[in-house]
């Protein structure tokens, strides 16, 4: 059974759009945990463009389930995480003209700058995870970088514009998890899914967590957090 991580990074998006105090992505976490949500998920970029600084270190302090923290393989951001001590750290690609994270990371092609991050966490007792493309040679590159999970990212199945392209898509996130696992890896998913595609992926053996954010902060609008990641919880557990 997968567990549900709420990325509340476009909480802060709004927030960040008047430059102003509301709405509070910790507010947001604490409506979040009230729905069932098993973890909070954020973002912190090196352009700050929605969360900041603040909303981490208050985060820390007052969320009661798994915190994931989001960043770049970069100095900075590392030592921010080091002083802050989530429970998870996830390593993502960042690009500043991207709107949102745009596919996973190379881990092969950047293994000196990932694996100098991924060791000052892990000797931090942070758990780290890379959020990576469903790809055999990501897979096993992550592997030899020793860390503690993989995120595959959905994108191009949340993206497939047919039955046939979806299908094909789903594979691949099926195979290359069944990788990670054999590679003694904990196995998280995420990346576009919605309350419309996301069931199929909670049915993918051994998915451990699904990291889930614009889909379920577009419903909050309609219904409220707590129902939405409610509603959300449902899909992913049953």
Do not use: C
């Not at 390593?91 to 949102?100: C, D, F, G, M, S």
């Not at 590159?141 to 020793?146: T, Y």
């Not at 595959?152 to 993206?159: E, P």
């Not at 954010?213 to 919880?233: L, P």
């Amino acid at each position: 059974m997968a567990e549900l991580g709420v990325n509340i990074d476009h909480v802060a998006t709004v927030r960040q759009a008047r430059q102003t105090i509301e709405p509070d992505p910790v507010w947001a976490a604490a409506l979040a945990e009230l729905g069932g949500a098993d973890g909070i998920t954020l973002h912190l970029r090196e352009d700050r463009r929605h969360i900041q600084d603040r909303d981490l270190r208050v985060l820390k302090e007052t969320v009661q389930v798994k915190l994931n923290l989001e960043m770049a393989a970069a100095d900075e951001i590392t030592r921010i995480a080091l002083e802050v001590a989530p429970h998870q750290a996830t390593l993502v690609p960042e690009r500043r003209e991207e709107v949102t994270t745009e596919g996973g990371l190379d881990v092969a092609g950047n293994r000196a700058q990932v694996q100098k991050s991924v060791d000052r966490l892990r000797e931090a007792g942070i758990e780290v995870s890379l959020f990576i493309d469903p790809d055999a040679s990501q897979v096993k590159a992550s592997r030899e970088l020793d860390v503690d999970a993989v995120e595959l990212h959905t994108g191009r199945y949340a993206d497939a514009t047919s039955a046939g392209a979806q299908d094909v898509e789903f594979r691949q996130l099926v195979d290359a998890g069944q990788l990670a696992l054999e590679l003694g890896l904990k196995l998280h998913m995420g990346h576009g899914l919605t309350y419309r595609n996301v069931k199929r992926i909670a049915t993918i053996p051994g998915v451990g967590e699904l990291n889930i954010g614009h889909s379920i902060v577009a419903r909050a609008i309609m219904v409220g957090f707590t129902q939405a990641v409610r509603e959300m919880k449902s899909l992913v557990t049953t």
